[in-house]
């Protein structure tokens, strides 16, 4: 692996190779409409919905590739996915990053000046541990980091 760091200050970890999208998440009303629209879109069938009642959402994933697509659907008026769609719209909610060591990650961004929502990692869907960094340290996207804890 090539060295990217000058002596002093250096990092193994930058030296990794880059951390794989992992999901893309879009916030939709109903999973009752958008689970067809996206089978048909992608051609291939929705293969889990999940529930995390932590986040007040019911998920339903796809497969693209190596990479999934999220549906999150509120399960509250006022949950976060409710909220984001009243000001938005349906849509774009975040990217998820799959990393290796998620408290390491933490740490490194939040050294680097990254705003992270959570202290800790929480529980997400599809046995992740996950964290969102805020958008406004990010150009404006909801990032999330996860670690599968399959592992
Ligand atoms: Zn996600």
Redesign the pocket.
């Known amino acids: 692996m090539r060295r990217v760091f000058a002596r002093g200050g250096e990092s193994p970890y930058f030296c990794q190779k880059p951390v794989k999208l992992e ?1 893309v ?1 879009i916030a939709v009303k109903d999973l009752a409409t958008a689970v067809p629209l996206y089978t048909q879109l992608l051609n291939s069938p929705c293969y889990k919905t999940e529930e995390v009642a932590a986040e007040n959402v019911i998920t339903a994933f796809f497969l693209s590739g190596e990479s999934k697509i ?1 549906l999150l659907q509120s399960t509250d008026p006022e949950g976060v996915i409710a909220k984001f769609i009243e000001k938005r719209g349906e849509g774009l909610h ?1 990217l ?1 990053f799959d990393v290796p060591d998620i408290v390491a990650e933490m740490d490194r961004l939040r050294a680097a000046g990254f705003q992270l929502l959570s202290d800790t990692p929480r529980r ?2 599809d046995n992740k541990l ?1 964290c969102f960094l805020h958008p406004k340290t990010t150009g404006g996207v909801l990032i ?1 980091i ?1 670690q599968d804890t399959h592992l």
């Open positions: 999901h998440g999220e975040h998820a997400g869907a996950v999330e996860c």
